[in-house]
Nanobody, 124 residues
Framework: QVQLVESGGGLVQAGGSLRLSCAAS????????MGWLRQAPGKEREFVAG????????YYADSVKGRFAISRDNARNTLYLQMNSVKTEDTAVYYC?????????????????WGQGTQVTVSS
């Protein structure tokens, strides 16, 4: 059974940094595109960042490009999201997700399984 466990969320001031981690088990981690999605109160879940199975290609939503960095350690079955220069609008629950099929990496609905999420709150 696939398990994705996020950690690293919390309260941070605007302009600060945070690093999220996702420990994956129950899947051949280095075979799949992985991504980070987020959902703010009253809004739909949205794509934040994605990374190819090898880690060689990264994909970002325009809203986070230049501020966030996605990476993965296939030896440790772990996905990361480095969040810099955070803004109040980055406040959301962040989910680690795996894409099993070939849908667009930029589309949140392309991801088939996600974790329980970790809350990120950015204060002004």
């Amino acid at each position: 059974q696939v398990q994705l466990v996020e950690s690293g969320g919390g309260l941070v001031q605007a302009g600060g940094s945070l690093r999220l981690s996702c420990a994956a088990s129950g899947l051949t981690f280095d075979s799949f595109v992985m991504g980070w999605l987020r959902q703010a109160p009253g809004k739909e879940r949205e794509f934040v960042a994605g990374i190819s199975s090898s880690g060689g290609s990264q994909y970002y939503a325009d809203s986070v490009k230049g501020r966030f960095a996605i990476s993965r350690d296939n030896a440790r079955n772990t996905l990361y999201l480095q969040m810099n220069s955070v803004k109040t609008e980055d406040t959301a629950v962040y989910y680690c997700a795996v894409r099993y099929t070939s849908g667009s990496v930029y589309r949140s609905t392309s991801y088939d399984t996600w974790g329980q999420g970790t809350q990120v709150t950015v204060s002004s």
